[in-house]
């Protein structure tokens, strides 16, 4: 039986991967939440028991909130991901870690692995930071690593503040007003995110960093449209044409890699997983 460690289990991805792994008998879950064990503390990191593998999912991931307190975002997930890593090799654990989207405003679509890593916001420079301490300890103490970055992941349970809920929640106006509709995100659907965390569980690599994305991109003004047609209303969209600082105008991932490695690809079209979203949300 494997014994896995998760962190941020309270969370929005980790309550979807607590679901799906409960279903196999031969995996002991050991969930931790922020009450239960703070990253950012080396005590606490101490306490813990043994673990298989280490599934790290705690830590500031919100663009916004990044800016607002950069030195808070840098502690979290730096020092999350440091004591994490002291805790594996300790116990001689393979880490999961779930990094995001470093590709900035690339000048070729879709980024791969390899595209170049361009860090417009404190959220992604900690990101990076942690992925490098990743690396490092990898090669030197032979931690087995698998590192995700993730496109937008959204799903039912996801906080309103996020684009996808949001939009949700304006399309129940005739009118809604947006920053800007032609920005363009990679979205990924919960479900999606989590067959490609658990597949990375079996995955046998020292060390690797995987995309992981739906592969194309949609616009606001697209996934605004495509949830009307859900509702079955006409919406009008008033876009301000307004940039936040740094803002990233396009995103798409080469997930080659991932259907490569880990034999998957995503299965849930934007409209399916809207429909499911809505009707899981009641409303």
């Avoid at 005590?43 to 607002?68: E, M, R, T, Y």
């Avoid at 995503?266 to 429909?275: E, F, I, T």
């Amino acid at each position: 039986m494997k014994k896995i460690l998760i962190t941020g289990a309270d969370g929005f991805i980790g309550k979807h991967l607590i679901k799906k792994l409960s279903k196999n008998k031969k995996i002991k879950i050991i969930q931790r939440n922020r009450k239960t064990l703070d990253v950012s503390k080396k005590a606490k990191w101490n306490k813990q028991s043994k673990c298989d593998i280490l599934i790290h999912l705690a830590g500031q991931s919100f663009v916004p909130l990044s800016w607002k307190n950069p030195l808070k975002t840098n502690k979290t997930n730096v020092q999350g991901i440091r004591y994490a890593l002291d805790y594996c090799k300790k116990n001689n654990a393979k880490i999961i870690y779930i990094s995001s989207y470093l590709y900035g405003n690339p000048t070729k679509l879709p980024s791969s692995e390899k595209s170049k890593i361009k860090l417009l916001n404190p959220l992604a420079r900690s990101k990076f930071k942690a992925e490098n301490l990743c690396r490092s300890y990898s090669k030197k103490y032979g931690i087995k690593t698998i590192i995700l970055r993730p496109s937008n992941v959204y799903g039912f349970g996801q906080k309103k503040f996020w684009l996808i809920p949001e939009l949700l929640k304006k399309c129940k106006k005739k009118k809604i007003i947006v920053n800007n509709a032609n920005i363009k995100r990679d979205l990924i659907y919960i479900s999606d995110f989590i067959e490609a965390i658990v597949k990375s569980i079996n995955l046998e690599k020292n060390f690797e960093i995987i995309n992981i994305g739906a592969g194309k991109n949609f616009s606001i003004n697209k996934i605004i449209k495509t949830i009307g047609k859900i509702y079955k209303k006409d919406v009008f969209i008033e876009s301000k044409n307004f940039f936040r600082k740094n803002e990233i105008l396009k995103t798409q991932l080469d997930i080659k890699k991932a259907k490569k490695l880990l034999k998957w690809e995503p299965r849930w079209h934007l409209k399916r997983a809207l429909k499911a979203m809505i009707n899981k949300m009641g409303v």
